[in-house]
């Protein structure tokens, strides 16, 4: 009997402090516009031109309407402190507080590294993102 009340106590214990939490912002890339009818091809390489849309989701919804999204370039070959360019700086304001949609065109190779923070904390980012640009 204490043996299955043990099993018991610990299946409980391992539901409970396992969970994951599905609720967190997320930002999807894609080669196509966001639609109810299309969907999205989601996609994380990318060619040099290309237009790069990006879906920023918050399901418990944005604190604020005002959202600063920041994008860097880093170089493929660069260590990991060093190599960092500042390219983008946009404030924009949502008309919905789940999600908000854009795209950027980016015309050289390395990673980017997208960010989006809500406009009352820009020291934590809510969002963080990382696309490739090949040549």
Do not use: H
Request: aromatic share 18%.
């Amino acid at each position: 009997m204490k043996k299955i009340l043990l099993i018991l106590i610990l299946l409980l214990c391992s539901f409970t402090l396992t969970g994951c939490d599905k609720e967190k912002p997320g930002i999807l890339f894609s080669s196509t516009p966001f639609s109810k009818e299309l969907g999205y091809k989601e996609q994380s390489v990318y060619k040099k031109g290309d237009k790069i849309y990006y879906l920023l989701y918050n399901p418990k919804d944005f604190k604020t309407r005002l959202l600063k999204v920041q994008v860097f370039r880093k170089d493929a070959g660069a260590d990991e402190f060093l190599g960092y360019e500042y390219l983008y700086n946009q404030t924009v304001e949502l008309k919905d507080r789940k999600f908000y949609t854009d795209y950027f065109i980016i015309n050289r190779a390395g990673f980017y590294i997208f960010q989006a923070f809500e406009f009352t904390n820009t020291i934590k980012p809510v969002i963080i993102g990382i696309v490739k640009v090949e040549d």
